[in-house]
């Protein structure tokens, strides 16, 4: 059972456009919801995350929207570049109980920005 | 600058042999996992470890062992390598922090299993 689920697998947006990613989870423990950014033959590398406490945060061109009462939480790229492209996870976890730590990763979306 | 490496970066074996993968970390983090992507399925936690003699696993756990000797490394294996453990398998490590959690990333080893 996938703990979060994210959408869409593959996204193409012109430069300058606002690219628009969308995770859902179900487990009401988790309490920290990273976006980690992956460019190819790398490793994910922490992008920006949130915890439940607010509704956005924003840094740079990347806001994270976050909806509690939804469960749903949401990655905008503004004035996207050639430069986003690349895959972004979103992940959930939890400070507390057996899930300590762990991450739990979303499928990923493959963004593509064109000139 | 602390880092986290893997070895080898591509590996190419046969179906049946054991293959170890190297992780190793000099954050002096406790916590390590090991997670392979694929294409569709995103990342999936293989193991996990909390510190050294702590070892759990994840959701794809079955055909790989991981051990924890110290803090810095923890080597994956697959006892018998099949065709469909060609994958790309990265390593992470983190350390508990209240209302912080990033796992750092180390470079991936592709590997094909013929």
């Known amino acids: 059972q996938q703990q979060v689920k994210q959408s869409p697998q593959s996204l193409i947006v012109q430069k300058g456009g606002i690219s628009i990613i969308n995770c859902a989870y179900e487990?009401?423990?988790?309490?920290?919801f990273p976006w980690y950014q992956q460019f190819p033959g790398k490793g994910p590398a922490l992008l920006i995350a949130?915890?439940?406490?607010?509704s956005e945060k924003k840094e740079g061109r990347f806001t994270i929207s976050f909806n509690k009462s939804a469960k749903q939480f949401s990655l905008h790229i503004m004035d996207s570049q050639p430069g986003d492209s690349a895959t972004y996870f979103c992940?959930?976890?939890?400070?507390?109980?057996?899930?300590?730590?762990?991450?739990?990763f979303g499928r990923g979306t493959q963004l593509t920005v064109w000139p | 600058d602390a880092e986290i490496t893997q070895s080898p970066r591509h590996k190419i074996t046969e179906t049946g042999r054991q293959v170890t993968l190297a992780c190793h970390q000099t954050w002096n983090h406790n916590n390590m996992f090991w997670y392979r992507q694929d294409l569709g399925h995103g990342l999936r936690l293989i193991h996990y470890?909390?510190?050294?003699?702590?070892?759990n696993k994840g959701e794809v756990s079955d055909g790989y062992s991981v051990s924890r000797s110290n803090t810095e490394d923890l080597p994956l294996t697959l006892e018998s390598a099949a065709s469909s453990q060609t994958s790309v398998y990265f390593c992470a490590s983190s350390e508990f922090e209240r209302g912080h959690n990033e796992q750092f990333f180390g470079p991936g080893t592709r590997l094909t299993v013929l």
């Open positions: 470890s909390y510190g050294v003699q702590d070892t």
């Open positions: 949130i915890r439940p406490d607010v």
């Open positions: 992940a959930a976890t939890s400070d507390r109980g057996s899930t300590l730590g762990r991450l739990y």
């Open positions: 487990n009401t423990a988790f309490d920290y």
